[in-house]
């Protein structure tokens, strides 16, 4: 098989696994309709490859096309035949079987595999491998993974751990949106399916492995004489933030700042390592430079984690150390492209893995575009122009999937890394000397790491000034998958092509401008009103003409993970109006660290001296967006914007009586608010219950929405009112 025929292979059995996102990454169940038309555009693109392809691509004969179109076709296959499913004879099986397991406390036990970082050590997260379940006298010996969470005052538990615990297990809701943290998903993905609020534990044995105790002596050792942030970061740029436990506001603050990449195990700390490895050994003979250097990077992949950033850069510096034994020379980007399709041949679902995509995209530009961006500074010192070209390459191939997922870009990202890359560099190689010789004395590994003292300080100072700059942060509305794709391939076509070579600047400015362009359309053109539902208290975000209005931030779990990505993935920067409307005294999430909000409005005034107090009948104008308390002894708040009222009851009076005369809208309210007489006196258009119709005498009404039954709602003028949940809600 020749080089190219191999690529060829690799490339249809990536793209195969790629195209199972078609109907979506982790559904098992795909329809005969969307297997139909699957196989059908397979069969029908292979056909025209094999057809004119040929003369393009000499190196590969028309017989190899057809083989290409059926290593997709498998690919496709082997990608759905790999997705995580229930165990036939597993403890969620177990529970479709009998409900009542998820109605009444259960005693389990089993052994933890896998532990999170927890900010708060009230509530320990974990995976855990069942090995019984008890309820009552019923025992049973399923076998499950189980994503637990203990709270209380426990010692902190450990991969190794065998427990007891007394809790309640559950089934994750899916989200009320398609752009809201997937609970579900996230579990999926890692082969759980159940959850379980513990509150009882009985720690029966202790059986850490000797990698977390390892992993434990050396950040013993970096925190012997520094801080316990300092000592945290040190810890996590040696070892990878799910390693160490890195503090909170460090990594929030790395996050803001684009230096994520410092603190995940990645290629940058395997070449790190095996550089000094070899650097060391430089005047041994090679093959003692292979075992050695092998040695260390096997140790350091299982001091780490198997995450797929880590084994790439581990498969791509085996490789590496090979070629070396063998002395011979290495295609780098055939290297990828192998290491790419072992890795997933052992677990398909790293293709949709956030850090294997960038794991793979930031060393493709390395490959590619580092060598382009030296030649454009060679005025300046050669290790200079390095420095400066490393984050430039990665950081343009990683970019659009950043803006893509997060739609939030770190506007300096590339300015930090140019700055700090030497202390990076530094910090990284002084922390892997300390670890080791920490293994040794825990105080001589410390009195290292104290030498660093200084240059973590700076890095922690600059940082923090720079998150702290204008425009830290800039928040791009989503990207539809086209788009991303568009991105990429002009990015390849300049990258392969010489007529796009010498178009570059032309083709950069066309396509940035675009960009820009359909975002500030999209800004100032949306007109909509988003109703969601946290714990049965109504939260709306009206946005028109560039202005957004926040009715209610809901609690902090949901303005995290529902309200926080809905905001960034429609572009929105910041936060025009922040309305308190609740009837009781709920604490609204610090927003303002996430978005600048301008003005604020409360109905009570005394809670919040600086925001605006609501009057009755005082119109509030925000942009094209109208505010109004038409009654304060009922809470009845208009917003009107686009020619439709929408109304907001968030107290109900039954002695009150309402207004006579009022614009037909919409209605929003909890279910126990929507009596008889209010319906009768109000008679809307249409009705949103934050809630569930069960039992309700309104619940067969065609002009009623349920949150509980269609999760959250969006009116739009073109549309009307349409449910944002996903199929499966």
């Excluded at 190794?160 to 994750?172: E, I, K, M, S």
């Excluded at 720690?203 to 050396?218: E, G, K, N, T």
């Excluded at 923090?464 to 991105?487: I, Y």
């Excluded at 279910?671 to 069960?694: C, F, V």
């Amino acid at each position: 098989m020749t080089f190219y025929r191999g690529i060829l292979l690799c490339l249809g059995y990536i793209l195969g696994l790629g195209l199972t996102g078609f109907w979506g990454p982790l559904n098992p169940r795909p329809d005969g309709l969307q297997w139909g038309m699957m196989v059908s555009a397979i069969a029908f693109v292979t056909m025209l490859a094999t057809v004119f392809l040929p003369r393009y691509f000499w190196q590969l004969p028309r017989r190899w096309w057809p083989l290409f179109g059926l290593v997709v076709l498998l690919a496709v296959g082997y990608g759905q035949v790999r997705l995580p499913r229930p165990a036939a004879n597993g403890l969620f099986a177990l529970t479709q079987a009998q409900p009542n397991l998820l109605q009444s406390p259960v005693e389990i036990r089993g052994e933890i595999y896998q532990t999170t970082n927890s900010a708060d050590p009230q509530h320990q997260r974990f995976w855990l491998r069942t090995t019984e379940v008890r309820q009552g006298q019923n025992v049973a010996a399923p076998a499950e993974n189980l994503y637990v969470t203990l709270t209380g005052d426990f010692p902190a538990l450990h991969r190794g751990d065998r427990l007891q615990l007394t809790g309640r297990l559950y089934a994750p809701r899916p989200p009320q949106n398609r752009f809201a943290f997937s609970f579900p998903d996230y579990l999926r993905q890692r082969n759980t399916f159940l959850g379980f609020s513990a509150w009882e534990a009985d720690l029966q044995r202790r059986d850490r492995p000797i990698s977390d105790r390892i992993r434990q002596r050396i950040q013993r050792s970096h925190g012997q004489f520094l801080a316990e942030r300092p000592a945290s970061l040190l810890s996590s740029m040696v070892l990878g933030r799910q390693a160490a436990n890195l503090d909170r506001e460090i990594y929030d603050l790395w996050v803001k700042a684009g230096l994520a990449y410092t603190v995940a195990a990645s290629g940058f700390h395997v070449s790190l390592l095996l550089g000094l490895v070899l650097w060391l050994l430089r005047d041994r003979a090679v093959k003692i430079q292979f075992a050695v250097a092998a040695g260390v990077l096997l140790g350091y992949v299982l001091l780490t984690g198997l995450q797929p950033s880590i084994l790439r850069a581990a498969l791509m510096g085996m490789g590496g150390l090979v070629a070396l034994l063998l002395d011979r020379q290495v295609k780098p980007i055939s290297l990828l492209l192998v290491t790419a399709t072992v890795l997933l041949l052992i677990n398909p679902l790293w293709l949709w893995d956030l850090g294997f995509q960038l794991s793979f995209l930031a060393t493709f530009g390395l490959f590619t575009t580092l060598e382009p961006i030296q030649k454009k500074l060679d005025f300046l010192p050669l290790n200079v122009a390095t420095a400066i070209a490393i984050p430039i390459a990665a950081s343009l191939w990683t970019l659009p999937l950043l803006a893509y997922q997060f739609n939030v870009i770190a506007s300096y990202s590339v300015f930090t890394s140019i700055v700090l890359s030497p202390a990076i560099a530094l910090v990284s190689l002084g922390g892997m000397i300390s670890g080791f010789l920490g293994l040794l004395s825990p105080q001589l590994g410390g009195a290292i790491a104290y030498i660093l003292v200084w240059p973590l300080g700076g890095m922690i100072w600059l940082v923090e000034r720079v998150v702290a700059l204008p425009g830290a942060q800039m928040t791009v509305a989503a990207l539809h998958w086209s788009q991303l794709l568009v991105f990429y391939g002009v990015m390849l076509l300049i990258w392969r092509t010489k007529w796009a070579q010498k178009r570059f600047v032309f083709l950069s400015a066309s396509l940035l401008t675009l960009f820009i362009v359909l975002l500030i359309y999209r800004h100032f053109n949306t007109t909509q009103v988003t109703i969601f539902s946290d714990r049965q208290t109504p939260v709306i975000v009206a946005q028109a003409r560039g202005k957004t209005v926040v009715i209610n931030g809901g609690s902090s779990g949901f303005w995290d993970y529902n309200l926080v990505p809905f905001l960034r993935r429609n572009g929105i920067s910041q936060i025009e109006a922040l309305v308190n409307f609740t009837a009781t005294d709920q604490e609204l999430p610090e927003t303002p660290q996430t978005f600048p909000i301008q003005q604020s409005f409360t109905l009570e005034p005394e809670t919040n001296p600086e925001a605006i107090a609501l009057r009755t009948l005082e119109p509030q104008r925000i942009g094209a967006i109208d505010l109004q308390l038409l009654q304060e002894n009922v809470h009845l708040l208009e917003i009107r914007l686009q020619g439709q009222s929408f109304y907001l009851l968030a107290k109900q009076n039954p002695e009150a009586d309402f207004i006579a005369q009022w614009n037909p809208g919409i209605l929003i309210a909890q279910p126990s608010d929507l009596d008889a007489k209010i319906w009768q006196t109000l008679r809307p258009q249409r009705a949103i219950a934050i809630g569930s119709p069960q039992g309700h005498f309104l619940a067969p009404n065609a002009i009623v929405h349920w949150t509980a039954t269609e999760g959250t709602l969006q009116w739009t003028p073109q549309r009307g009112l349409s449910s944002l949940a996903p199929t499966n809600f």
